[in-house]
């Protein structure tokens, strides 16, 4: 049997962060819980996940604040981050990608197919890249 995947989800509406430990946890995913930036960072630093999920949009410090933390220390730095977001415009996700987004999952969730949208992202990022 293969190890869960650590992944940090940072999220600040408790019955996405539910729905979501509940659809990424059926994909192999071991989920660690943040419901807020600050708590985020502090659980990032300390646990080293494989994948951060992070919200867009919260209060106090938005995602975006914590993206720009998280590449900004050497030892979150290097940990892939997706980004949650009902976000669609071409210029926010251009932005998120400047600041070192890995991918991005928009919102609505489709709570039946995110753990597996989730691996599959996390897959093609991880495999090595094929060489024709």
Not at 29 to 52: M, N, W
Not at 106 to 112: G, I, S, V
Request: proline share 5%; with cysteine; net charge positive.
């Amino acid at each position: 049997m293969k190890k869960p995947i650590p992944v940090l989800l940072i999220e600040d509406e408790a019955f996405a962060r539910k729905a979501l430990r509940c659809s990424l946890k059926s994909h192999g995913f071991r989920v660690h819980l943040a419901k807020d930036g600050t708590e985020g960072l502090r659980l990032a630093r300390q646990i080293r996940p494989a994948l951060i999920l992070l919200d867009w949009m919260m209060p106090e410090m938005d995602g975006m604040e914590v993206l720009s933390e998280l590449k900004h220390n050497r030892k979150t730095r290097q940990i892939p981050v997706f980004m949650l977001t009902a976000k669609g415009m071409i210029g926010d996700l251009d932005h998120a990608f400047e600041m070192g987004v890995d991918d991005y999952v928009t919102k609505p969730l489709d709570l039946m197919r995110l753990g597996g949208m989730v691996k599959a992202k996390w897959e093609r990022l991880t495999s090595p890249a094929t060489v024709c």
